[in-house]
């Protein structure tokens, strides 16, 4: 842009308001600079939309990536080059996804050698039933690798996420799985040749209302395929910050005969710290807050 007199020749103002040439370049090179990795092709500008009555101020492509260009010296074109080569872009999945829905309660199609081609060999394995990004299973399987650790979660575009991470720091004793765990836990279990040692259940959906209880992911069932699997030794650990989700999760599980509750030494049998020195995301920002945290350890007999 070299003079406000050149802007008339690429700024045009919908609904035949206008604005001084000079006030919408200083903004619009303003903004390019704060955004260089945005395109400037459209742009809203806050201020003037809320003082013209959400006016938008459209620029024409090729000349406003020329002026882009210029005032950021380069960069623009740069980064526009950059953007061309990656892959889409990443979109945030939901945080509540109902289990019960139709599409989640259809059985996952698991191929018969899953666990060859998903690990490298066979050894004790740790399930860690809604994994969501899957930063806790990275970093337990960096840190044993004699254990192979699954994570499975139902929204599989965290999955997809995850393991790529995996493939990208070689970890053959790490996979993650997208399923619905109330629907396909017995038939990963009942197929894989490595021996059940450990389940960890950490900060499940709440899901607040009486009626959405149903949804929660520690039911019955769950809790019985576990405890079937399950070798003996082995245990399973819960843990949430909402106290009575916490003790919602511990009663299903009081009500499996093979498995017992770990004295801790606290009257209420809540663990003080996370036995496996690994905090979830949640845990973290939890603690940051001041926040209380359940636990709860249950053993196989």
Same mark, same amino acid.
């Given at each position: 842009?070299?003079?406000?007199?050149?802007s008339?020749s =690429?700024? @045009?103002?919908?609904?035949?308001?206008?604005?001084? &040439?000079?006030?919408? %370049?200083?903004? #619009?090179? /303003?903004?390019l600079?704060?955004?260089?990795?945005?395109?400037?092709?459209?742009?809203?500008?806050?201020?003037?939309?809320?003082?013209?009555?959400?006016?938008?101020?459209?620029?024409?492509?090729?000349?406003v990536?020329?002026?882009?260009?210029?005032?950021?010296g380069?960069?623009?074109?740069?980064?526009?080059?950059?953007?061309?080569?990656?892959?889409?872009? =990443?979109? @945030?999945?939901?945080q509540?996804?109902?289990?019960? &829905?139709?599409?989640? %309660?259809?059985? #996952?199609? /698991?191929?018969?050698?899953?666990?060859?081609?998903?690990f490298?060999?066979?050894?004790?394995?740790?399930?860690?039933?809604?994994?969501a990004?899957?930063?806790?299973?990275?970093?337990?399987?960096e840190?044993?690798?004699?254990?192979?650790?699954?994570?499975?979660?139902?929204?599989?575009?965290l999955?997809?996420?995850?393991?790529?991470?995996?493939?990208?720091?070689?970890?053959?004793?790490l996979?993650?799985?997208?399923?619905? &765990?109330?629907?396909?836990?017995?038939?990963?279990?009942?197929?894989?040749?490595?021996?059940?040692?450990?389940?960890?259940?950490?900060?499940?959906?709440?899901?607040?209302?009486?009626?959405?209880?149903?949804?929660?992911?520690?039911?019955?069932?769950?809790?019985?395929?576990?405890?079937?699997?399950?070798?003996?030794?082995?245990?399973?650990?819960?843990?949430?910050?909402?106290?009575?989700?916490?003790?919602?999760?511990?009663?299903?599980?009081?009500?499996?005969p093979?498995?017992?509750?770990?004295?801790?030494?606290?009257?209420?049998?809540?663990?003080?710290?996370?036995?496996?020195s690994?905090?979830?995301?949640?845990?973290?920002?939890?603690?940051?807050?001041?926040?209380?945290?359940?636990?709860?350890?249950?053993?196989?007999?």
């Amino acid at each position: 842009v070299t003079s406000p007199a050149d802007s008339s020749s =690429w700024l @045009r103002v919908d609904g035949g308001m206008g604005i001084t &040439a000079a006030r919408a %370049q200083a903004m #619009l090179i /303003l903004g390019l600079c704060a955004l260089k990795h945005v395109s400037p092709s459209v742009l809203l500008l806050p201020r003037t939309a809320r003082s013209l009555s959400r006016v938008r101020v459209r620029a024409v492509a090729s000349d406003v990536d020329e002026a882009a260009d210029t005032a950021t010296g380069g960069k623009y074109v740069r980064a526009q080059q950059r953007r061309e080569g990656q892959q889409r872009r =990443w979109k @945030r999945p939901r945080q509540h996804v109902n289990p019960l &829905a139709n599409h989640h %309660q259809k059985p #996952l199609d /698991l191929p018969e050698d899953w666990h060859a081609t998903a690990f490298g060999m066979t050894q004790p394995l740790h399930v860690d039933i809604g994994c969501a990004a899957g930063h806790f299973c990275v970093s337990l399987a960096e840190q044993r690798p004699d254990r192979n650790v699954l994570g499975l979660e139902i929204r599989d575009v965290l999955v997809e996420r995850a393991n790529s991470w995996v493939e990208t720091r070689s970890l053959s004793n790490l996979r993650f799985l997208a399923c619905n &765990a109330n629907v396909d836990l017995p038939t990963i279990l009942t197929s894989s040749p490595s021996p059940l040692t450990s389940v960890s259940i950490q900060f499940p959906d709440p899901w607040f209302k009486k009626r959405h209880h149903k949804r929660r992911v520690v039911q019955p069932e769950l809790v019985a395929c576990i405890a079937e699997h399950l070798q003996p030794g082995g245990f399973v650990f819960v843990q949430s910050d909402v106290r009575e989700l916490a003790e919602a999760m511990r009663e299903q599980l009081d009500l499996s005969p093979a498995l017992a509750l770990r004295s801790t030494g606290n009257p209420e049998g809540w663990l003080e710290t996370n036995p496996f020195s690994i905090p979830t995301e949640r845990e973290i920002a939890t603690e940051h807050k001041n926040g209380a945290v359940w636990r709860a350890i249950y053993d196989r007999l």
